[in-house]
């Protein structure tokens, strides 16, 4: 009997469970990790990398360049075929093999011709059946579903308990504008760290003392996101019933007082984060196109700080809702974000009239 292909894999990132998740990360920092400048990053062999995984499939043996293109082929049986260690082999242990062409492979993953593609165009010619199109960067269809709804962790360095903390509820429900405003700043922060230690990397005029330095920074910086991001159990006064509780609760110092439960975060679980953030700001900034409209940057003015933008939304707040700081950033994020596009539309419209 011939073995089949299972090619029922997930459409979208919000299919995957944590586990290919997970998968799909390591897999992202491994290229990455290859990199070099002979060797550029290639979402194509990320794609093959991730099919073959989530298709269960075994590699045996790879391509061999020496032959034509159209003859080359991975030598591949499923995983659920392999040998038995502790059993007797079974007889057809030596024969649950198939061969996966290259070009077979090349259309699976090939990106699906889009609507408007002409057909005798290049890129419709080229055209396969797309079934890792949502793993690239330009889809729409993005990681919007948080993986780690809850986790037990110990303080590092400590020998305490565990202590366990909830991750973000669907569309941050939950979340005030307090703490949206620390995570979005904190992400900025970690994504300027990051990119600083890349260039200092590859610059030969910095120590490795300046390296670990900047290192240190980028992991602190990331080790707060997710303690803000992350609501511990604590007591607290329920600010509408007046009611004193004990549940999972934002605390204003918390990205200070747990991130060292956060220092050892995995970095693929790390990555995982970082799809789903994209996926939540993506989201965002087509449900208030105006708030997160990108502006030219002057080059003769200094960009505007986190404490910038966060004192003129407050004043701006201040002026329209009659709201005081506290409530403010008590109000939940999305609230706020609608005020903002509200204003920020009104506020575009006021400007063509004067145009006039």
Same mark, same amino acid.
């Given at each position: 009997?011939?073995?089949?292909?299972?090619?029922?894999?997930?459409?979208?990132?919000?299919?995957?469970?944590?586990?290919?998740?997970?998968?799909?990360?390591?897999? /992202?920092?491994?290229?990455?990790?290859?990199?070099?400048?002979?060797?550029?990053?290639?979402?194509?062999?990320?794609?093959?990398? +991730?099919?073959?995984?989530?298709?269960?499939?075994?590699?045996?043996?790879?391509?061999?360049?020496?032959?034509?293109?159209?003859?080359?082929?991975?030598?591949?049986?499923?995983?659920?075929?392999?040998?038995?260690?502790?059993?007797?082999?079974?007889?057809?242990?030596?024969?649950?093999?198939?061969?996966?062409?290259?070009?077979?492979?090349?259309?699976?993953?090939?990106?699906?011709?889009?609507?408007? +593609?002409?057909?005798?165009?290049?890129?419709?010619?080229?055209?396969?059946?797309?079934?890792?199109?949502?793993?690239?960067?330009?889809?729409?269809?993005?990681?919007?579903?948080?993986?780690?709804?809850?986790?037990?962790?110990?303080?590092?360095?400590?020998?305490?308990?565990?202590?366990?903390? %909830?991750?973000?509820? @669907?569309?941050?429900?939950?979340?005030?504008?307090?703490?949206?405003?620390?995570?979005?700043?904190?992400?900025?922060?970690?994504?300027?760290?990051?990119?600083?230690?890349?260039?200092?990397?590859?610059?030969?005029?910095?120590? @490795?003392?300046?390296?670990?330095?900047?290192? %240190?920074?980028?992991?602190?910086?990331?080790?707060?996101?997710?303690?803000?991001?992350?609501?511990? %159990?604590?007591?607290?006064?329920?600010?509408? +019933?007046?009611?004193?509780?004990?549940?999972?609760?934002?605390?204003? +110092?918390?990205?200070?007082?747990?991130?060292?439960?956060?220092?050892? /975060?995995?970095?693929?679980?790390?990555?995982?984060?970082?799809?789903?953030?994209?996926?939540?700001?993506?989201?965002?900034?087509?449900?208030?196109?105006?708030?997160?409209?990108?502006?030219?940057?002057?080059?003769?003015?200094?960009?505007?700080?986190?404490?910038?933008?966060?004192?003129?939304?407050?004043?701006?707040?201040?002026?329209?809702?009659?709201?005081?700081?506290?409530?403010?950033?008590?109000?939940?994020?999305?609230?706020?974000?609608?005020?903002?596009?509200?204003?920020?539309?009104?506020?575009?419209?006021?400007?063509?009239?004067?145009?006039?």
């Amino acid at each position: 009997m011939k073995p089949t292909i299972n090619l029922t894999l997930p459409r979208r990132w919000n299919e995957c469970s944590t586990e290919q998740l997970e998968i799909i990360a390591r897999i /992202f920092i491994e290229q990455t990790q290859r990199v070099d400048r002979y060797h550029p990053f290639s979402m194509l062999n990320v794609k093959v990398a +991730t099919f073959f995984v989530l298709s269960e499939i075994e590699v045996l043996r790879y391509p061999d360049e020496s032959l034509p293109i159209d003859e080359q082929y991975y030598l591949c049986r499923r995983l659920a075929d392999r040998p038995r260690l502790l059993c007797r082999p079974r007889k057809s242990d030596d024969v649950a093999t198939f061969p996966i062409y290259v070009w077979q492979l090349q259309y699976w993953l090939s990106q699906k011709r889009k609507p408007k +593609t002409p057909a005798d165009s290049p890129e419709a010619l080229t055209a396969g059946a797309g079934l890792l199109d949502w793993l690239d960067s330009d889809t729409p269809d993005l990681l919007t579903r948080f993986a780690y709804p809850t986790l037990r962790l110990r303080c590092k360095g400590s020998i305490l308990k565990r202590k366990e903390f %909830q991750g973000p509820l @669907p569309e941050l429900d939950g979340f005030s504008w307090q703490q949206y405003r620390f995570v979005s700043d904190l992400m900025q922060q970690y994504v300027s760290l990051s990119n600083n230690l890349l260039r200092m990397r590859s610059d030969r005029r910095f120590t @490795p003392t300046q390296i670990l330095q900047q290192t %240190q920074s980028v992991n602190a910086a990331r080790s707060m996101f997710l303690a803000t991001i992350f609501n511990a %159990q604590t007591e607290y006064i329920d600010t509408n +019933t007046g009611i004193r509780k004990h549940d999972f609760h934002y605390e204003l +110092t918390q990205h200070t007082d747990n991130k060292g439960y956060f220092l050892s /975060f995995p970095e693929h679980r790390w990555q995982v984060v970082l799809f789903w953030w994209t996926g939540i700001m993506h989201t965002l900034s087509l449900r208030y196109p105006h708030v997160f409209k990108t502006q030219k940057i002057d080059p003769r003015k200094a960009p505007s700080t986190a404490l910038e933008i966060y004192t003129a939304t407050i004043a701006t707040m201040q002026k329209y809702t009659g709201l005081d700081e506290d409530k403010v950033n008590n109000q939940s994020y999305s609230l706020v974000l609608e005020h903002l596009e509200r204003l920020s539309r009104e506020n575009e419209e006021i400007e063509k009239i004067r145009k006039k």
